[in-house]
Nanobody, 119 residues
């Protein structure tokens, strides 16, 4: 079982920045990938960014150039640097860990952290 704890959310004005952190309870080197997802009120959860164990990052088109995902395996932590925030970025942001074991993908989720962007 993997436990994930997010932090760093808050209320920020449009154009501002935040850095979200996600601390994992296990060695993140054992995970195939980690990622950030978000869910706005009344909308489905969507992918924001993922990063593989090898450091390869992938972003949703809506956040490219503004968001940066990174990981520090020594601290078992993944980060999401969010710049140039827009009101439409308002959502609960969830950290996820993905591990393939026996040919099956297992997903683990954090409890989420609220990001609210005021215009």
């Amino acid at each position: 079982q993997v436990q994930l704890v997010e932090s760093g959310g808050g209320l920020v004005q449009a154009g501002g920045s935040l850095r979200l952190s996600c601390a994992a309870s296990i060695n993140t080197n054992s995970l195939n990938a980690m990622g950030w997802y978000r869910q706005a009120p009344g909308k489905q959860r969507e992918l924001v960014a993922t990063i593989t164990n090898g450091g390869s990052a992938n972003y949703a088109d809506s956040v490219k150039g503004r968001f940066t995902i990174s990981r520090d395996n020594a601290k078992n932590t993944v980060y999401l640097q969010i710049n140039s925030l827009k009101p439409e970025d308002t959502a609960v942001y969830y950290c996820a860990a993905h591990k393939i074991r026996g040919g099956v993908m297992y997903d683990y989720w954090g409890q989420g952290t609220q990001v609210t962007v005021s215009s």
